[in-house]
């Protein structure tokens, strides 16, 4: 069955500092893999998205994520955290089905940003 | 672009009442849309799939009687809580994906703000 593991819960990053976060998906076939931010009370935002081609994915706001087959691995990144940046980050695998792409989410991850 | 809005941001209700929450992509046609329900510090998990002008396809384990799901039009959907409970209040959140996008293989969903239900 497909499924997406983000396995940090929760992770505190002092401003300015640089971010990872993990992704790890099981998937049969190729994945088509996303990262989506959700700040509190509200709905999903698209970072950014990986189909094909070049293994690193450029987002909106300054952040990246690879694509590692090797390790099905999705990490999302950023070289300096910004205050707004906190909230909730969410990986998901995008599983096709018959005419549409279902969404399999992570459990997500809560970025907190320490002055 | 891609924009999807819902409606209303918060309901609060009695339990037994039935409470309707409207879903609309309004820069773009949508042929499909996504129901998704988050618990408190919970991922989404999606209910159901929408498709216009036709049956919703739901995930197993969600009622279809108590969900009930209506794609009336290419940038409408709405779902219905019916007889709602106090088990049933959640952040339900809808996302739609563009009709214009014909490579299903790349396709992307866009999601709405989402509809805190609260039921009393």
């Known amino acids: 069955a497909q499924s997406v593991t983000q396995p940090d819960i929760h992770i505190t990053v002092s401003e300015g500092a640089s971010l990872e976060l993990r992704c790890n998906y099981s998937?049969?076939?190729?994945?088509?893999l996303f990262w989506y931010v959700q700040s509190p009370g509200q709905g999903l935002q698209l970072l950014l998205k990986y189909f094909s081609g070049d293994t690193l994915v450029q987002g909106i706001k300054g952040f990246e994520a690879e694509f590692k087959r090797s390790q099905s691995s999705f990490n999302l990144r950023k070289p300096s955290v910004h205050w707004s940046d906190a909230a909730e980050y969410f990986c998901?695998?995008?599983?096709?089905?018959?005419?549409?792409?279902?969404?399999?989410f992570g459990t997500g991850t809560r970025l907190l940003v320490s002055p | 672009g891609a924009v999807v809005s819902q409606h209303p941001s918060w309901v609060i209700c009695k339990s037994g009442t039935s409470v309707k929450i409207e879903c609309r992509s309004l820069?773009?046609?949508?042929?499909?849309m996504f129901w998704y329900r988050q618990f408190p510090k919970q991922s989404l998990m999606l209910m159901a799939t929408s498709n216009e002008g036709s049956k919703a396809t739901y995930e197993q384990g969600v009622e279809k009687d108590k969900f009930l799901i209506n794609h009336a039009s290419l940038t409408l959907s709405t779902l219905t809580v019916t007889s709602a409970h106090p088990e049933d209040s959640s952040f339900y959140i809808c996302?739609?994906?563009?009709?214009?996008?014909?490579?299903?293989?790349?396709?992307?969903?866009?999601f709405g703000p989402g509809t805190r239900l609260l039921v009393l």
């Open positions: 998937y049969g076939a190729t994945p088509y």
């Open positions: 998901a695998v995008g599983v096709r089905n018959t005419g549409f792409q279902k969404l399999v």
């Open positions: 996302s739609a994906r563009d009709r214009g996008d014909r490579r299903i293989r790349q396709e992307t969903q866009y």
């Open positions: 820069d773009f046609q949508a042929t499909t």
